[in-house]
């Protein structure tokens, strides 16, 4: 018996175009090391994203999956990202002056906040430090960023 896969994230097994993308340019696709997400950067410099979202890594607001991309705004809105990376539950995206901001869990410490609230004693859900919308960090001067699965 084949598992079938869940409606709002199925598999795609061949190249298809996201109608919510029409007309939109496309200057960078960012992934990374175990990334359940996808995301990019249009000729605007803003941020879309998609996929998994368990601990809110797509920057939305929210922790629901997402089938097709959704524009990133919060603390983006209107500022020139010009690069990024995800990782499995967390991304990370900086700007044309170098500024960063990371969402999804800070479990790690892999947002760059400079702490993490995540208690490794602890293994209690509700104890997992999750920021849903971008964040500014404490990383500045950034000109490429890379991520991990968890850092």
């Not at 979202?53 to 524009?71: R, V």
């Not at 700007?95 to 410490?109: E, P, Q």
Request: aromatic fraction near 6%; charge should be positive; glycine fraction near 14%.
């Amino acid at each position: 018996m084949t598992a079938k896969p869940a409606l709002e994230l199925q598999n795609v097994p061949s190249p298809t175009r996201f109608k919510c993308l029409s007309g939109v340019k496309v200057k960078h696709v960012l992934g990374g090391s175990g990334a359940q997400h996808c995301m990019l950067i249009d000729a605007q410099d803003r941020v879309w994203s998609w996929g998994g979202n368990a601990k809110g890594q797509l920057g939305l607001g929210h922790t629901t999956n997402t089938s097709e991309p959704k524009l990133v705004e919060g603390a983006l809105a209107g500022k020139k990202v010009v690069g990024g990376a995800a990782g499995r539950f967390h991304s990370v995206v900086f700007l044309s002056d170098g500024t960063s901001y990371s969402f999804g869990t800070n479990k790690m410490g892999q947002l760059g906040l400079g702490s993490c609230k995540f208690s490794i004693l602890s293994k209690k859900k509700d104890q997992e430090e999750i920021h849903s919308e971008p964040i500014k960090n404490q990383v500045v001067d950034c000109s490429s960023v890379t991520c991990g699965v968890e850092f």
